[in-house]
Nanobody, 125 residues
Framework: QAQLVESGGDSVQPGGSLRLTCAAD????????MAWFRQAPGKAREGVAA???????YYSDSVKGRFTISHDNVKKMVYLQMNSLKPEDTAIYYC???????????????????WGQGTQVTVSS
C-alpha cells in the first residue's frame, strides 16, 4: 500500500487555517528530505514546502510566511501548518519523500521517489 498517507484536507474560508498531516513508515521517513507539493486545477504540480534534516526548511514564495513545515520523529509524521489561506491555495496537496540520490533540487518532482495519494484543500467563501 501507500508509503505516505496524507490527511487533514478540508474546505475552509479565506483567512482560515488548516494543518495537513503526512504519516510515513520508518523507512520512508528516514529520507533526507520531505516535502509538500500541490496541484491546482489546470496547473502544474508545484512545490510549496520542504524540510531537510539539519538544514532547515524551504518555502515557495507564494506560501512563505503563511505555511510552516515541521516533523515529529517519534510519530514519524510530517506536518504542514497553513495559515491565512487564500482561494489560490485551493489544490490537492501531496506529501513526498526524496530519493536516495537526492541532488539538492528542493522542488523538482524527479527528486522525490515516494508520494502520497493527496488530500484536497479548498479555500472559498
Amino acid at each position: 500500500q501507500a508509503q505516505l498517507v496524507e490527511s487533514g484536507g478540508d474546505s475552509v474560508q479565506p483567512g482560515g487555517s488548516l494543518r495537513l498531516t503526512c504519516a510515513a513508515d520508518a523507512v520512508t521517513y528516514s529520507s533526507a528530505v520531505m516535502a509538500w507539493f500541490r496541484q491546482a486545477p489546470g496547473k502544474a504540480r508545484e512545490g510549496v514546502a520542504a524540510i531537510y534534516s539539519g538544514e532547515g526548511s524551504y518555502y515557495s514564495d507564494s506560501v512563505k510566511g503563511r505555511f510552516t513545515i515541521s516533523h515529529d520523529n517519534v510519530k514519524k509524521m510530517v506536518y504542514l501548518q497553513m495559515n491565512s489561506l487564500k482561494p489560490e491555495d485551493t489544490a490537492i496537496y501531496y506529501c513526498a519523500a526524496a530519493r536516495p540520490g537526492y541532488g539538492g533540487n528542493w522542488f523538482a518532482p524527479f527528486e522525490y521517489a515516494t508520494w502520497g495519494q493527496g488530500t484536497q484543500v479548498t479555500v472559498s467563501s
